[in-house]
C-alpha cells in the first residue's frame, strides 16, 4: 500500500508539474525561441541569396537590428513597464509573429517573381521589396526584444515569487532551452533549405509561426490564470492612479466654487493641459530614452550590468567572424559544426554549474568565480596568438585588404566592391563555408584558439544568469522594463562596436591583436564586477564566506543578492 501510494505520489508531482505555470512559460519560450532561431538564421540566408551571393544585405539588416534596439531598447522598456503584464505579453507576440508571417510571404513571392520584379521600373521595385523586407524583420525583432524582457525579466520573477533557488532554477533552465533550440532549430531549417529550397523554406517558416503564436497566446493565457500576481503591477498601478488623478481634477474645478481652491486647481488642470499638449506628446520618447539611461546609471547594480555588456565587445565567440578566421586556419565546415556542438555543451555545463555554486557561495561569489573561470580560460586564446601556426604580424597594416577592396590593386575606385566574394551560407551545419580550405603548417593555434573559447563558455554563461538574476532581484516592479531595455540597448552597442573593430582590421593577420583586445575588454568587464561585488559585500573576503552570513546592518549593500 504504501508502493502504491508513494507511485501514486510521484504520478500527482509528475502531473502537477505539466499543468504548472512554470511548464507552461518552459513550453512558450522552447516555441518562441526555436521560431526565432530559426528566422534569425534563414534570414541572414535568403538576404545573401537575393542579392547574389553578396553580404551587403545581410550587413544592412545587422545594423539596422543593432540600431535600433540600441535607440529604442529604453523605450520598449518603458512601454512593457506602464502597460498590464497580459496586453504586453499578447501585443508583442502577436506583432512579432505576424510580422515574421508577412516577411516570410513577401520573401516568397520575391524568390518567385524576382525576374520579373527586377526589370519593372528599372529594378526599383525590387529594392522597394528588399527595404519591405528589412523593415518588418525588424519590427520583428523589437516586438521580440520586447517579448524577451516581459517573460524573462518580469513574468519569470513574479512565478518564482520570494523563492530565489527555484528563480534560478527557471533561468537556468530557460537559458538550457536558448542553447539546444540555437543548435537545433537552424539543422532543421537549413536542411529544409537545402533539400527543398529557398521558397519551401519561406512557407515553412511562416507556417511554424502561425501554428507558434496560437499555441502561445493559449500558454501565456493560461500562466496568466495560474499567477494571480501578474495581475498586479506597480507601474501600471502608479500609471492608473495619475489618470484617476486628473480626472477627478477636472471633475473639482466644475463643482467648486471657492476662488482660492479653484485657482490651486486651475493650476494643477494647466499642467495637465501641458502634459498632454501636442509639443510635450511629440517629445516624450526622448524623455523616456534619456530618464530610462539615467535611471539605469543611478542603480546600485549598473557595474554588474555594465560588465556583461562588455563581455560583447569580443571576436571570441561563434560567429561569421570567428568561423571566418576558422577557415584560414585550415579547418572545414565539419570540423566546425563539432566545435560549435561542443561549445552548446560547455554552455549547458556552465548553466547546470550556475545553480550548483551559487547554492553553496551565493549569487554575487558565483559571478565572481565565473569571472575568474573566464579570464582563465580565455588565457589560452591569448597564448594561440604567439603560439606556432599562427598569422599573427603587426608588420602587415591592417588597413591593406580594406584599401585593396575598395582601390584595387590600380589605385582606381572599384565600381562594385565585395567585402567577401567567396564565402556562401553553410544552412546544414549553422556555419560558413568556403570553396576549398587552405593548407597551414600547425594546427597548435587555432586549437588553444577553440580549446579556450569552448572552455570559457562554462564561465561565461555563468556568469550571463548572475547578473541576469542580479537585475531581477533588484531592480524595482516598476522599472523592470526600462532598466533591461537599456541593457539590451548597452550590450547591442558593444556588439557594434566589435563589428566596426572587425571592419577596421580584417585580415587574418591582425587577428590576434582582435584577440588581445578582446581579452582586454573581458577583463575590464569583470574588473567592473569585482568592484560591483567589493562594494556589495563591503571588503568581506567574500570567496571564503559562508552565503548565509548576513552584512553588517550598519553598512548598505544588496539585500537580495549576498
Not at 13 to 31: M, N, P
Not at 245 to 270: D, F, R, W, Y
Not at 298 to 315: C, R
Amino acid at each position: 500500500m504504501d508502493s502504491a501510494a508513494s507511485k501514486k505520489s510521484c504520478c500527482e508531482r509528475v502531473r502537477e508539474f505539466f499543468k504548472s505555470a512554470k511548464f507552461l512559460i518552459y513550453l512558450g519560450h522552447a516555441l518562441s525561441t526555436w521560431g526565432d532561431r530559426m528566422w534569425n538564421f534563414a534570414v541572414a540566408v535568403f538576404l545573401v541569396e537575393l542579392y547574389g551571393n553578396s553580404l551587403l544585405l545581410t550587413a544592412v539588416y545587422g545594423l539596422v537590428v543593432a540600431g535600433s534596439v540600441l535607440l529604442l531598447g529604453a523605450i520598449i522598456g518603458d512601454w512593457v513597464d506602464k502597460n498590464p503584464r497580459l496586453k504586453v505579453a499578447q501585443t508583442s507576440l502577436v506583432v512579432q509573429n505576424t510580422s515574421v508571417i508577412l516577411c516570410g510571404v513577401l520573401l516568397m513571392a520575391v524568390f518567385h517573381f524576382k525576374e520579373q520584379l527586377s526589370t519593372l521600373y528599372n529594378g526599383w521595385l525590387l529594392t522597394t521589396c528588399y527595404i519591405m523586407v528589412i523593415t518588418i524583420a525588424n519590427i520583428a525583432n523589437l516586438a521580440s526584444t520586447a517579448m524577451s524582457i516581459t517573460i524573462q525579466r518580469d513574468w519569470v520573477v513574479v512565478v518564482a515569487g520570494d523563492d530565489r533557488s527555484k528563480l534560478a532554477d527557471m533561468n537556468a533552465t530557460v537559458r538550457i532551452i536558448d542553447q539546444l533550440t540555437n543548435i537545433l532549430a537552424p539543422m532543421l531549417v537549413g536542411q529544409i533549405m537545402a533539400f527543398g529550397s529557398h521558397f519551401i523554406g519561406c512557407g515553412f517558416i511562416s507556417g511554424w509561426n502561425l501554428f507558434s503564436m496560437c499555441m502561445e497566446y493559449f500558454l501565456l493565457w493560461k500562466v496568466y490564470q495560474k499567477t494571480p500576481a501578474l495581475a498586479f503591477k506597480a507601474g501600471q498601478k502608479e500609471a492608473d492612479d495619475q489618470e484617476l488623478k486628473h480626472l477627478n481634477v477636472q471633475k473639482e474645478i466644475g463643482n467648486n466654487e471657492n476662488p482660492v481652491e479653484g485657482s490651486q486647481l486651475m493650476n494643477e488642470t494647466a499642467e495637465v493641459k501641458k502634459n498632454t499638449s501636442c509639443c510635450y506628446q511629440m517629445t516624450e520618447p526622448i524623455r523616456t530614452f534619456k530618464d530610462g539611461w539615467v535611471a539605469y546609471y543611478n542603480q546600485p547594480i549598473f557595474f554588474a550590468g555594465m560588465s556583461l555588456a562588455f563581455l560583447y565587445m569580443t571576436v571570441l565567440g561563434f560567429d561569421c567572424i570567428t568561423t571566418g578566421y576558422a577557415y584560414t586556419q585550415g579547418l572545414n565546415g565539419s570540423v566546425l559544426s563539432l566545435l560549435m556542438g561542443a561549445s552548446a555543451v560547455s554552455g549547458i555545463c556552465g548553466t547546470v554549474a550556475f545553480t550548483w555554486i551559487r547554492k553553496k557561495c551565493g549569487l554575487i561569489r558565483t559571478g565572481f568565480i565565473a569571472g575568474v573561470t573566464q579570464l582563465s580560460c580565455l588565457m589560452l586564446c591569448v597564448a594561440s596568438v604567439f603560439a606556432p601556426g599562427s598569422p599573427f604580424d603587426l608588420s602587415v597594416s591592417p588597413f591593406d585588404d580594406v584599401l585593396k577592396h575598395l582601390f584595387g590593386d590600380s589605385g582606381s575606385l572599384r565600381e562594385s566592391p565585395t567585402l567577401v566574394s567567396t564565402i556562401e551560407p553553410q544552412i546544414e551545419t549553422n556555419t560558413t563555408v568556403f570553396e576549398e580550405a587552405p593548407q597551414v603548417e600547425s594546427y597548435m593555434s587555432v586549437s588553444l584558439l577553440f580549446a579556450g573559447v569552448i572552455a570559457a563558455r562554462v564561465g561565461l554563461w555563468s556568469f550571463d544568469l548572475t547578473v541576469t538574476q542580479l537585475i531581477q532581484e533588484n531592480v524595482i516592479e516598476s522599472e523592470r522594463g526600462v532598466i533591461n531595455g537599456v541593457q539590451n540597448s548597452m550590450n547591442y552597442l558593444l556588439d557594434l562596436l566589435h563589428f566596426i573593430m572587425v571592419i577596421l582590421a580584417p585580415n587574418p593577420e591582425a587577428f590576434g591583436l582582435l584577440v588581445i583586445i578582446s581579452v582586454s575588454f573581458v577583463a575590464m568587464g569583470h574588473m567592473m564586477y569585482f568592484r560591483f561585488a567589493y562594494k556589495s559585500l563591503r571588503g568581506r573576503l567574500f570567496l571564503f564566506c559562508s552565503p548565509e552570513q548576513k552584512p553588517d546592518p550598519n553598512i548598505p549593500s544588496l539585500p537580495n543578492s549576498v
